[in-house]
């Protein structure tokens, strides 16, 4: 996409699109009580209205072995079709003996074969058909059961034991990102003292987390509880490890498929589903973590989420490695509410108008003439119009829409506009002179807005920048290499700057609330390990020594690429080859450059982030923040 075709609105969007950007956090109506009322607690819950029928989700379930307990989701159904969530009123039975229901609404294998289970709400019923395929109750898994139940008592949490330097002398993994060294961690700190195999109850590793002896973090295990039954069964069984690769789960599911509560103080249950590699599916959602990214619009407790007031909010579910997040809308009372119909031009329209009538909103009305043309020129520009414009503007008898195209044209073709968007992009760029020097900076700068003024496609803009090489004045955009100079530097920027997302934090871990993972770090560096600096001849710029007085150097460098060069990960020590994040690239030339398989796969049209990431800074140009803010922070999460 040309630097220069912005997303730039013809029409009413210019009023209403930041009030649409922000429509997930105004209150209208009843959301405005609820958001009040949200310093007490959830507001009371509304009463439901009359159920026609019920719905379970899932349909049917299949239990694995005799380890594997599942609940359902249980759904009335009103005339006009809508949905309530009816779990917590639902009463399960059932006559199989090949099944047990406990008092937590969980089903548990009891012998193999079929069995169905009665679900009832009132006076209504439905059936749920439930296969058993084994009844065998399998061996504690360290991976599979020990670590989600360390995970979610917080142990490690960058609060307690998965800290960077651990707590009181014990490291755990930051979120259990490291199966194999939380379980040498566990066995072998204290020599292996952590665990009596002759009196099991007397293991420091139940004795501290339910406070039976001294422990900083309280007591956040309880005798006899689940969790604490798993971990007993565990060192009953003799502490086994299994293998990692097998025993994580591959992806997590969320349902129901989507969360639309009518009005704050509504309520649905979340199931969490982990789907193995070896095709086995299990309900984890007792040791999932979930959390709100909007506490003001809706709380999870307890795989709960409760709407507070009117608004969106997403869930971020997370559970062993694994992210999923849920979009909650809270619509609030609309009463009296009736779209109107206007005009569409484009395909942005479309899907703005889409988002109003999902929200329930109203779109503003069109603007004056006199405020396009000075919200247009602030926007394109970063001037107000001159007076001679504006008479002119105002003056100008031809159809709106054709006058203002008009202008978006001439202001798009002025040096205003290349100078303001050049100073946009040079501060995005790190364009400065404490790393540039000041000659370095002007040939940058000026070949950033040398592009914006010829129109030059973006991709091609970011190909010739990251491919760049020679002296800092004869090819310019290699200053932003000298900006960076180290491979992690490179990382990170090209990851925020070009797909939007933060990988500075999975540096030192795994991604605390997303997919990325520290080891894909260090093969994105890889890419660019062999990018080198050495110092030109050209030019004098004045630095100031190691003494702190000022000395004349050279100020041109020159930006190469060496023959040899690798980035080593942390945890192995070893080298690592090159490999994106997401999706395939080609395999990089042995002795050629990394960097143009990079690019090759950054600018792709099979890369979901390049464009997205350009969209929405562009957005947030316009509407002073993106439709994902912040802009480099690209999520699911977010």
Not at 28 to 52: F, M, Q, Y
Not at 145 to 156: A, F, Y
Not at 586 to 595: A, H, I, M
Request: with cysteine.
């Amino acid at each position: 996409m040309p630097l220069r075709k912005r997303i730039v609105f013809v029409n009413r969007r210019i009023a209403f699109c930041l009030t649409l950007a922000l429509a997930a956090s105004l209150p209208h109506g009843r959301a405005a009580e609820g958001a009040a009322s949200n310093k007490n607690g959830p507001p009371p819950r509304p009463a439901l209205p009359p159920i026609r029928s019920l719905k379970v989700e899932p349909p049917s379930l299949t239990l694995d072995d005799g380890r594997d307990e599942r609940r359902v989701l249980v759904f009335g159904e009103t005339a006009p079709g809508q949905r309530f969530d009816v779990t917590d009123e639902a009463v399960l039975k059932t006559e199989s003996p090949n099944l047990e229901i406990d008092k937590a609404g969980y089903i548990h294998a009891q012998k193999q074969g079929s069995g169905e289970v009665t679900i009832a709400v009132g006076g209504l019923k439905a059936k749920l058909p439930v296969t058993v395929k084994d009844a065998t109750v399998p061996e504690i898994h360290f991976v599979r059961d020990v670590q989600p139940i360390l995970s979610k008592l917080g142990c490690n949490a960058g609060t307690c034991h998965g800290s960077a330097k651990g707590k009181n002398g014990f490291k755990l993994s930051l979120r259990g990102y490291d199966p194999e060294y939380d379980y040498q961690a566990l066995i072998n700190d204290l020599s292996g003292r952590r665990f009596n195999r002759v009196k099991v109850e007397e293991s420091l590793m139940l004795l501290k987390p339910t406070a039976e002896v001294p422990h900083e973090g309280r007591q956040p295990l309880k005798l006899g509880s689940r969790e604490y039954n798993i971990l007993r069964q565990w060192i009953v069984e003799g502490t086994k490890f299994e293998d990692p690769l097998k025993n994580r789960p591959q992806s997590i599911e969320v349902l129901p498929s989507e969360v639309e509560l009518d009005l704050p103080g509504r309520s649905q249950h979340l199931l969490v589903l982990a789907h193995y590699p070896d095709g086995n599916v299990r309900e984890v959602t007792r040791d999932a973590i979930l959390s709100s990214n909007n506490g003001d619009v809706a709380e999870v407790k307890n795989s709960v989420v409760t709407g507070l007031r009117r608004g969106e909010a997403a869930v971020l579910v997370r559970y062993e490695g694994c992210y999923a997040t849920k979009l909650v809308t809270v619509m609030g009372d609309r009463t009296g509410y009736k779209w109107q119909d206007v005009a569409e031009y484009n395909y942005i329209d479309k899907h703005v108008d889409a988002k109003l009538k999902k929200m329930k909103i109203l779109p503003s009305e069109l603007c004056t003439d006199a405020e396009f043309v000075r919200r247009v020129s602030l926007d394109l520009t970063g001037l107000p119009p001159t007076p001679e414009r504006v008479r002119a503007f105002l003056a100008d008898q031809t159809p709106g829409r054709q006058k203002r195209e008009k202008l978006i044209d001439e202001l798009l073709a002025s040096e205003d506009y290349n100078e303001y968007w050049a100073n946009k992009w040079a501060d995005l760029l790190q364009c400065n002179s404490e790393h540039l020097g000041q000659k370095g900076v002007w040939v940058f700068r000026n070949w950033i807005q040398h592009s914006i003024a010829e129109n030059k496609p973006y991709d091609k803009f970011v190909r010739e920048m990251l491919l760049a090489e020679g002296s800092s004045y004869r090819n310019p955009e290699v200053n932003y290499y000298r900006a960076l100079r180290d491979s992690g530097k490179i990382t990170e920027d090209v990851s925020q700057t070009f797909l939007g997302v933060r990988f500075n934090c999975n540096k030192c871990h795994d991604h605390p609330f997303e997919k990325w993972t520290q080891k894909q770090y260090y093969q994105f560096g890889a890419y660019f390990a062999r990018v080198a600096i050495k110092r030109g001849s050209l030019g004098k710029e004045s630095v100031r020594s190691f003494t702190g007085d000022l000395m004349q150097v050279p100020g041109e460098e020159i930006v190469y690429r060496k023959d040899d060069g690798e980035v080593q990960y942390p945890k192995t020590g070893m080298d690592v080859a090159p490999k994106v994040p997401v999706g395939e690239a080609q395999e990089p030339p042995k002795d050629g450059d990394r960097r143009v398989a990079f690019v090759n796969w950054l600018v792709s049209k099979d890369n979901p982030y390049f464009a997205e990431a350009m969209a929405n800074r562009a957005w947030s140009y316009f509407f002073a923040r993106g439709i994902i803010d912040p802009v480099d922070d690209i999520r699911g999460s977010n």
